[in-house]
């Protein structure tokens, strides 16, 4: 028995290491000083000021001044800041013309359409850059943040031929205790989104968009339509990535450690349950197989190892609480390391990593419920439906 629960637990901890393997090797800043350090600084600041950045906002008065002072710090600005406005009834527009932005009103919404991605699409339209970055409203930049994310993008367009697109996953900056829960759904989130099957295992590579943080080339992303092709997608990051690929335009997914930041869901847990629930469902309909196979395995022997300490407890088998002593400690060290490329998550919230999985596991279960119902999640002030749509 202790042969088997060993050999179970060693193939659970090597399937985790094989899942968690972008979250170890994505990381911006060090992309940059590995492969981008040599780029033309000139060529960089060239880059920069042809950027025009689109933020789709939707009562967000509080969260987007942090986001355009920190525009307004940047060592090199962009060509130009377009907040565009979807209906905000907080004063969000009025905030970010004080801040000194460009502030688009993003009308009435065509039919079929969700908020996001039609604001968005109009801010694309009245973008004049060459290259257009898409911000979340709640995002921070670092004053070198452009630069990086210049950087990266020629080190790539000379790797790979056309202009990439690029998307960051931003540093998640935890304040209270609560927000720590979001610890495993930002793992998951990252080495799902971050990662396509295309056969064997071992030809994983990155394929989508993180919404919070995209920088793409204006013609690569008209030639699909942009988000007009992803307007009726709750989960548009994914299906933008996607689309670029089909078009023929590489795709690369970074974490933003030390260049990118953000406050996810700081409302409270019910802002997390809602905004974790709308994501993790529809993500999993789009995963790979390779990706559901190592995730449902890497999750069982996070549940396994709890529940062999408390069988050991019992029976008092001092052997079998070694053992899963040792698989707890080596689970717990994963995810500290995963979760401190991705977060201020702390080393406890790892240590403590059963109360976390109680909590992924409830969403999970709770995005099925939603699911086989029909019925909606709230968000923004809108009813999003877990099937995928408005």
């Keep these: 028995m202790l042969v088997t629960m060993i050999l179970a637990l060693v193939i659970t901890a090597f ?17 940059v000083g590995r492969y981008a350090s040599s780029v033309d600084p000139e060529r960089v600041r060239q880059v920069v000021r042809q950027i025009s950045v689109v933020v789709p906002a939707r009562n967000e008065a509080e969260s987007i001044p942090n ?60 973008a004049g850059g060459r290259y257009l970055l898409f911000l979340d409203a709640d995002v921070t930049l670092h004053s070198d943040a452009l630069e990086h994310l210049a950087q990266a993008l020629l080190a790539v367009a000379e790797d790979c031929g056309p202009t990439p697109t690029l ?44 919404g919070p943080c995209v920088l793409c080339g204006r013609e690569e992303y008209e030639r699909f339509g942009g988000y007009a092709a992803v307007h009726d997608r709750i989960l548009d990051d994914l299906e933008l990535g996607s689309r670029f690929i089909r078009a023929g335009v590489p795709a690369r997914s970074f974490s933003g450690r030390g260049v990118v930041d953000y406050r996810m869901y700081p409302g409270g847990v019910r802002d997390l349950l809602d905004g974790f629930t709308k994501n993790i ?22 549940l ?11 029976a008092g088998n001092v ?10 400690v080596f689970f717990a060290v994963q995810i500290a390391a995963a979760g401190r490329r991705l977060g201020n998550f702390g080393p406890l919230s790892a240590l403590f990593y059963p109360v976390h999985l109680v909590v992924f596991l409830f969403v999970l279960a709770r995005a ?5 119902t029909g019925r909606a999640v709230r968000w923004k002030g809108r009813d999003l439906s877990a099937r995928g749509g408005a």
Aim: aromatic share 8%; net charge positive.
């Design 15 to 31: 399937a985790g290491t094989v899942l968690l393997h972008p979250a170890f090797h994505a990381d911006l800043r060090s992309y």
């Design 67 to 126: 986001l355009l002072r920190s525009l307004d710090s940047q060592r090199v600005r962009p060509r130009e800041v377009i907040v565009v406005d979807d209906q905000s009834d907080d004063g969000t527009a009025e905030v970010a013309r004080s801040e000194g932005a460009n502030v688009v009103a993003a009308g009435q919404r065509p039919p079929g359409w969700l908020g996001k991605p039609w604001a968005s699409f109009v801010g694309g339209r009245a």
């Design 167 to 210: 998307s960051v996953q931003p540093y998640h900056r935890t304040v209270r205790l609560r927000e720590r829960l979001a610890m495993l759904f930002n793992i998951e989130v990252f080495v799902g989104a971050s990662r396509r099957t295309l056969g064997p295992l071992l030809t994983m590579r990155g394929s989508c968009c993180f």
């Design 281 to 302: 469902l529809l993500g999993a309909q789009r995963s790979g197989a390779w990706f559901k196979v190592l995730s449902v395995l890497w999750i069982t022997g996070l």
């Design 304 to 314: 396994a190892v709890p529940y062999a300490t408390g069988v050991a407890v019992t």
């Design 319 to 328: 052997t079998m609480l070694v053992i899963a002593a040792v698989f707890y």
């Design 368 to 372: 099925v419920a939603l699911s086989l």
